[in-house]
């Protein structure tokens, strides 16, 4: 039984704890600690809108940016290292995806010209209405080779700027939100994922 002589201590470690406690009796828990866990929850949403990123064509990326940007000047306690963190993530894979899309972009109008001059240079296509294309009178030397491997190859970096892009999200998404369950902050990249920073360890 907590006597009037010991209520203030009692009342001390139920603050410390984020709880108070009503003139009732009964304990709810503080605005701090609500709000505290309102965030955690924001934080582990824009986890999850990273990690599906992928598989939406970057959209909710956006929108986890934009949460993440809104929320990181808001609040100063560890969270605050998972929001930056989940920005310099986020423009890490917009500058990978953004350079695996402009040289795919490159490679399709390269080759879609390289197929145009085949048929202009092998083929009369001054009406079109007249063309007749038969593939068995193609000249197979005459078709630029080179072209078409410098393109395919563009291709090739093009698939590869893209998985990295995806398995850095995937991955770094992973390693923030199990750091966050454990109520951990974040370093400033996956490598130093689980180093002490400023906001707490």
């Known amino acids: 039984m907590i006597t009037d002589h010991h209520r203030p ?18 304990i709810s828990a503080s605005p701090k600690a609500t709000s505290e866990a309102d965030e ?3 934080a582990f949403l824009v986890y999850g809108l990273l990690f599906v990123s992928p598989f939406s064509l970057g959209l909710t990326a956006l929108i986890a940016a934009v949460i ?6 808001q609040i100063k306690n560890y969270i ?14 917009f ?9 795919a972009l490159i490679c399709t109008v390269f080759l879609t010209y390289t197929i145009i001059q085949i048929f202009m240079t092998q083929y009369d296509v001054t009406d079109w209405r007249t063309l007749d294309i038969n593939l068995n009178d193609l000249d197979t030397s005459k078709i630029p080779v080179v072209s078409i491997i410098t393109a395919a190859s563009g291709f090739i970096v093009s698939a590869f ?7 850095w999200i995937l991955t770094t998404s992973t390693v923030g939100f199990l750091r966050l369950i454990k109520h951990k902050c974040i ?5 130093q994922a689980y180093a002490d ?3 707490g360890n």
């Open 9 to 26: 201590e009692a009342s001390g470690i139920l603050t410390h704890l984020g709880i108070q406690s009503t003139l009732g009796g009964r």
């Open 95 to 103: 500058v990978l995806w953004s350079m695996a899309t402009f040289i």
């Open 40 to 42: 955690r929850n924001l």
């Open 197 to 199: 920073c400023k906001t």
């Open 80 to 93: 605050t290292s998972h929001y930056a963190y989940q920005i310099r993530n986020f423009w890490v894979v």
């Open 68 to 73: 993440a940007y809104m929320r990181k000047s």
């Open 187 to 191: 370093g400033k990249d996956i490598f």
């Open 161 to 167: 700027f893209t998985l990295i892009a995806t398995l």
